[in-house]
């Protein structure tokens, strides 16, 4: 069974930074994608940011060049670095991952149990 496992949402004032983790667990064949979501109140869930296995990195407009994406591949762990918050960035935070449990297989998506940011003075 595969877990993903969150850390590091709170309050934070506008302009500070807070970063957060997302650790997977369990026994899978490969990742195929990891990345983060996020779901501001009374609003859909929208892509923040993604990293896939070759390399490849994308970022919501309103967060490139604020917020930061890397991996730790030893670790299965993601992070996001946020720094210079606005309080629309305001959300829970969901880690997301692709992967195939064995070779050749379907893709599995499986989501974390969300972080909530608050950013606010």
């Known amino acids: 069974q595969v877990q993903l496992v969150e850390s590091g949402g709170g309050l934070v004032q506008p302009g500070g930074s807070l970063r957060l983790s997302c650790a997977a667990s369990?026994?899978?064949?490969?990742?195929?994608?990891m990345g983060w979501f996020r779901q501001p109140p009374g609003k859909e869930r929208e892509l923040v940011a993604r990293?896939?296995?070759?390399?490849?990195?994308n970022y919501a407009e309103s967060v490139r060049g604020r917020f930061t994406i890397s991996r730790e591949n030893a670790k299965n762990t993601i992070y996001l670095q946020m720094d210079s918050l606005k309080p629309e960035d305001t959300a829970v935070y969901y880690c997301?991952?692709?992967?195939?449990?064995?070779?050749?297989?379907?893709?599995?998506?499986?989501w974390g149990q969300g972080a909530l940011v608050t950013v606010s003075s």
């Open positions: 997301n991952v692709a992967l195939r449990l064995a070779p050749y297989g379907n893709p599995l998506n499986k």
């Open positions: 369990g026994n899978f064949f490969e990742i195929i994608s």
């Open positions: 990293l896939t296995t070759p390399g490849e990195t």
